[in-house]
């Protein structure tokens, strides 16, 4: 039994009892209405856009035509080259990390597993825009090789992007998957002289399958809602649909469009606040956000049934040549594990050669000059004032809601927040920045500000905290809940003297998970906070106060891929925010490690 345990079964006293504590309830409420009130603006932005003018839904949905002179605005091009990219990403990404998965589960000592599973975990750190610089420069001239086009902008260089995106969250959710497998299940098999692979197919992977579907399934929620990275090497070109199987081939290796890249591209601001025009955009929007609910909410109910699955797996066995299958099963899956790690390294000595400037301590400490010249300063403070406002404003806020979440009493309402909070986390976030854009710097003429991008990447950071919180609180020892009521707290004081001590580690953790996230985000802040060159390092104001980025400034200059200089310093920049985001997550792993398991429990 703990100290702390040991306090707790005191006789109360009157006058050490905790105050009361009803602004707790004003507190836990306020985060859970910010969840909803987040993803009503969303969902509402969306319908009164629709609402502003007629949305032809069946033109929308079947034509290829997107012609706004003309009237017509037909989706199936952006909808095919969605799926498109998608399900190459899933083709390339689904094999490798579920083979990655299997040899650090059941393959790997701990010992080797773990610093292996770091590594591709690491992979998810990356900000998109450092997938989107890397495609352009290493995966175009590929893919402009392999299909003998030049450029090489292509669906196929998009499918490629994402797949490296998706992999590390395929294998980490496969991983957990794989592990909530009872060890009496491998024991048993083993007992019957079955072979390690024979165990895997017959005790482990019956079990396991649904955790890593879910695993796919949540991996293609991020890939629908990827827009920055596919935005550079996709091509954006409008109504590109083929009629035949040769066509469909050809299509692969040819510029397309999808759903994000168009609601990316400049076509937002041209169209507008009403009219059919921006209606149609809206529609597409929906069309989005509906594709990244369903695959979000399916992922999580697959992924909680697959843990709770107990049916026993059926043993069977293989005939012939059972030692030479499983040691080909070993060597393809250690081979599967072996290309994240050097897909990781490479990315790696891609930063540290091509990103030389940034050794260099005047780039950190520079103002930019003209295009590409000088440092990243303002970058920097640009970057970290979004980021630190934005867990000023997401902290209170989250906790709260994942508090009410962990406690609540009614296990369907607690569900169904639960449900809101993982369908904002998984919103597209170029949705955000549309809807920050026509209600903060249009309706309410913000213009272009830092606040604006700080709110626009608060539903970024929200759900990371709240979900981080619920989990550490529906982790607590029941015990504890018994010994707090035992004492006649109220159930207002009860969160406040016993659960929000006992929850801040993970909320902290969350916070820099979210934070993390939110350095590298680029589509919101296009739209609402940054500008390329001439704004100050410290904003004057906070209306009509823009600020420079290092994920803008990344974004820009990619695009000049012919300019030598604007290369490097496109590299530069990229490694400096790699290294911001590397220390946000170093210090969520060292304070999980630190604090998570150990108090209250031990």
């Known amino acids: 039994m703990t100290t702390t345990l040991a306090r707790d079964a005191a006789p109360p006293d009157a006058e050490i009892r905790p105050r009361p504590s009803k602004w707790v309830w004003s507190w836990t409420g306020a985060g859970v209405f910010a969840v909803a009130a987040l993803l009503l603006v969303v969902v509402g932005y969306l319908v009164a856009g629709i609402s502003s003018g007629s949305v032809d839904w069946p033109a929308l949905l079947t034509d290829a035509s997107w012609s706004p002179p003309n009237a017509a605005y037909g989706g199936l091009a952006m909808i095919y080259g969605t799926a498109v990219v998608c399900a190459l990403a899933l083709i390339l990404a689904v094999p490798v990390s579920w083979g990655a998965a299997l040899a650090l589960s059941e393959y790997l000592p701990p010992r080797v597993a773990r610093p292996l599973r770091m590594c591709v975990e690491l992979l998810a750190a990356v900000p998109s825009i450092v997938y989107g610089l890397i495609g352009i420069m290493v995966i175009r001239p590929v893919v402009a090789w392999i299909g003998d086009v030049p450029g090489g902008d292509s669906l196929l260089a998009a499918g490629i992007v994402l797949a490296v995106m998706i992999t590390p969250t395929i294998v980490a959710v496969s991983v957990d998957a794989l592990t909530a497998v009872p060890d009496r299940y491998r024991e048993a098999a083993f007992s019957l002289g079955l072979t390690r692979r024979e165990v895997i197919r017959s005790a482990v992977l019956p079990l396991a399958r649904p955790g890593m579907r879910s695993a796919v399934l949540l991996g293609l929620a991020r890939a629908l809602g990827e827009a920055i990275a596919v935005f550079l090497v996709v091509g954006r070109a409008d109504g590109r649909l083929p009629t035949s199987f040769d066509g469909f081939l050809h299509s692969l290796v040819h510029p397309g469009q999808t759903l994000t890249t168009k609601l990316a591209g400049p076509e937002p601001v041209l169209a507008g606040t009403s009219g059919p025009y921006f209606a149609a955009l809206c529609g597409l929007g929906l069309v989005l956000l509906a594709f990244v609910a369903a695959a979000t909410i399916w992922g999580t109910r697959g992924q909680r049934r697959g843990t709770s699955d ?14 030479e299958r499983d040691r080909l099963a070993m060597g393809l899956r250690l081979g599967a594990l072996l290309l994240p790690t050097a897909l990781l390294l490479g990315m790696l000595a891609l930063l540290v050669t091509r990103g030389s400037s940034a050794f260099n301590p005047s780039f950190w400490f520079t103002s930019a000059t003209g295009a590409a010249g000088g440092g990243v300063r303002d970058q920097i403070v640009g970057t970290l004032l979004l980021i630190v406002t934005t867990g000023l404003i997401a902290l209170p806020l989250g906790f709260g809601a994942g508090i009410l979440i962990g406690v609540h009493a009614s296990e369907r309402v607690a569900r169904l927040l639960q449900t809101l909070t993982i369908v904002l986390g998984g919103a597209p976030t170029i949705l955000l920045g549309l809807a920050g854009f026509v209600i903060l710097s249009s309706t309410m003429g913000w213009g272009r500000s830092w606040l604006a991008g700080a709110i626009v990447l608060v539903p970024v950071v929200i759900p990371v905290i709240a979900l981080a ?59 609402t906070a940054t500008v390329f060159f001439g704004a100050p390092a410290f904003p004057s104001g906070v209306v009509e106060s823009p600020v420079q980025a290092l994920p803008t400034h990344i974004f820009t200059l990619s695009q000049d891929s012919g300019d030598p200089q604007a290369v490097t310093q496109a590299w530069g920049s990229a490694m400096v925010l790699v290294l911001i985001t590397a220390v946000l997550l170093s210090a969520a792993v060292a304070l999980r490690n630190r604090f998570e398991g150990e108090r209250w429990t031990t």
Do not use: C, D, H, N
């Not at 003297?497 to 934070?515: E, K």
């Open 310 to 323: 107990k049916r026993a797996p059926a043993f069977r066995g293989a005939p012939r040549m059972r030692v």
């Open 469 to 527: 919180t619920s989990a550490r609180v529906r982790s607590m020892p029941p015990e504890l809940t018994e010994s707090a009521l035992s004492l006649g707290l109220t159930r207002a004081q009860f969160i406040r003297s016993v659960v929000v001590p006992y929850a801040w580690p993970a909320t902290l953790t969350g916070l820099l998970l979210g934070l993390a996230r939110a350095a590298g985000e680029t589509a919101p802040l296009l739209f």
